[in-house]
């Protein structure tokens, strides 16, 4: 064979491959990225729940106490501004604001961080309500199967690509305010840097030292 016939043999096929790839000014052109196909998106979600209180009988029962316990322990995690305490109008209210005041702070949260307000005597009467604004985490429902993973002449990922992955970091995160902005860094240990500070001063090593027990031995592999 010819040089020139190799060249046009190698045009040809170049020429081919490129029109079986789908190209980016595609309007259908989907890239393999899993985050731009299918994002996570957090919305703000409001939650609230419900308690039954008698300031006569001793406040609230087992059940309504780990109700608030852990409806506080998520604000505390996910809420975001404030947490609302509102109770029945009444000869009790003050009574009933006073005391989740006080049961929240010592929960730790911050009392500037309480809204509290009365509401009119209704078919609730004796139920206490508290809530709060958090956010939510989702990405869009997979399950798109229109295309035929066996005929994919214009070699795009399959519009399901990724979608399993990123529901899942979705329902795992921990804050889904991490994904929107980063935190604020904690306080530093300055007993821990003037220990690593004092060792450098004086020329020792500086990483913690591990004892013997805490040493581990990788014995070799023989073929």
Same mark, same amino acid.
């Given at each position: 064979?010819? !040089? ?109 961080? !309480? ?42 990922? !399959? ?28 306080? !530093? ?35």
């Amino acid at each position: 064979m010819l !040089m020139k016939d190799v060249l046009r043999a190698g045009s040809l096929a170049a020429v081919l491959l490129a029109g079986s790839c789908a190209s980016p000014q595609d309007p259908n052109f989907r890239v393999a990225d899993p985050e731009v196909n299918h994002p996570i998106t957090v919305d703000p979600m409001s939650r609230s729940v419900e308690l039954s209180f008698a300031p006569s009988n001793a406040g609230l029962m087992p059940d309504d106490a780990a109700k608030l316990d852990a409806f506080v322990a998520d604000y505390m995690q996910h809420g975001n501004g404030a947490i609302s305490i509102t109770v029945p109008a009444g000869s009790y209210a003050n009574a009933t604001i006073s005391y989740f005041g006080e049961r929240l702070a010592s929960m730790g949260v911050p009392r500037s961080r !309480m809204l509290v307000g009365t509401r009119a005597p209704g078919d609730r009467n004796s139920r206490v309500e508290l809530g709060f604004v958090g956010y939510a985490a989702h990405a869009d429902s997979c399950g798109d199967w229109s295309e035929n993973a066996a005929e994919t002449h214009d070699n795009q990922p !399959m519009p399901n690509f990724g979608c399993a992955v990123q529901n899942n970091v979705a329902a795992m995160v921990a804050d889904p305010r991490d994904l929107l902005q980063p935190r604020p860094m904690g306080d !530093m240990s300055t007993e821990r840097r003037a220990v690593v500070l004092g060792h450098y001063q004086k020329g020792e090593v500086t990483g913690a030292t591990h004892s013997d027990e805490q040493k581990t031995t990788i014995t070799d592999v023989k073929p």
